[in-house]
């Protein structure tokens, strides 16, 4: 039964790549992936382009693992020498946009989740859902439908990890920083530089060292990516904007470190304003049973550095899937169908 189940997500995951699924376009592929899930006899909910699958032997009181992973896609990169669309399978590989990321998860989860929900003796219940916007971390992914799934006491968050297991991931935040000054004539010792009242403050965010240093994630890291000054060579800027990019670690809430940042002595004078606070760090304790049941396999833990769906997951979450984090992205992505397979076999033990 479990190599038909295989076969038949394997199958879908080809589906899945003929459509164009770029992200907040997930519409087409949502269709198909539903008449999919009809055709399997399973009794689907759909909001939006996200849908998802309750186990049939329901039993209330029993606890709720959800399987979760996402249909859309980046766009495809520019270096592609195959169509991103052509679900071509050579040999072991089968290539296509959206096959590492995250199509290889989507079908491996429904295929144990198929596979498991036919059992009678588990002591939990199982939801398998297939969401969108996550590569943008839109609302309209998987954060919107956390309410009507009800309470969620696991997540497991298919990603391309190598079927290695992420216990802890970084958060995210996005601040647009400007420093004000006076304009004047450059020829003229007149004006205030904002630039210059930038770099004090951009060098503070070059080096600063924040006490918490997690085991898992390390330290908090954040970069100035992006700078904006001027309006032509020979007037002082009244004013400079720079973009910083901070990484939380689990040690810290987006919030508590905003605030840290906001009244630090060395960023006063400076304008912060934070694009959202939503996308915070993850973590689950190494006690868990899930991650009791990982390492008792062998599975190497680790923390990871890229955003997921577990950003907006308030609930005890893992990250673990089929294929190579660093083929994300890339031109001419690919899986390997011998991942796909193992990935499923390592799911069904770990939910045993």
Known sequence: MIEQYIKESIELLKRMVAISSISRNEGEVADMIQDTLSRMGLKYNRSGNNLWVRQEQWMCGKPTILLNAHIDTVKPASGYTRNPLSPDVEGDTLWGLGTNDDGASVVSLLAAFRYLSNRDDLPYNLIWAATAEEEVSGKNGVES????????????????????????????????????????????????????????????????????????????????????????????????????????????????????????????????????????????????????????????????????????????????????????????????????????????????
Request: charge should be negative; hydrophobic fraction near 40%; glycine fraction near 8%.
């Open 145 to 352: 439908i956390l309410s009507e799934l009800g309470q969620i006491d696991l997540g497991i968050v298919g990603e391309p990890t190598g079927m290695q297991m992420a216990v802890a991931e970084k958060g995210l935040m996005v601040l647009d920083c400007t420093t004000e000054g006076v304009s004047g004539h450059a020829a003229r010792n007149e004006g205030v530089n904002a630039i210059y009242k930038a770099l004090p403050v951009i060098e503070w965010f070059r080096t600063k060292q924040w006490d918490r240093v997690s085991p898992f994630l390390g330290a908090v890291k954040m970069s100035v990516t992006q700078i904006e000054a001027g309006s032509q060579h020979n007037v002082v800027p009244d004013k400079c904007h720079f973009v910083v990019d901070v990484r939380v670690n689990d040690l810290y809430k987006n919030k508590e470190l905003l605030e840290l940042i906001k009244t630090d002595e060395h960023t006063a004078g400076c304008i912060i304003q934070e694009r959202s606070t939503r996308l915070n760090s993850s973590h689950i304790e190494v006690d868990h049973p899930m991650v009791e049941k990982a390492i008792g396999m062998g599975i190497k833990l680790f923390g990871s550095p890229t955003l997921s769906d577990q950003a907006l997951m308030p609930f005890p979450t893992v990250k673990i899937g089929p294929g190579d984090s660093a083929r994300s992205h890339t031109a001419d992505e690919y899986i390997k169908i011998s991942e796909i397979e193992n990935a499923v076999a390592t799911y069904i033990k770990l939910l045993s």
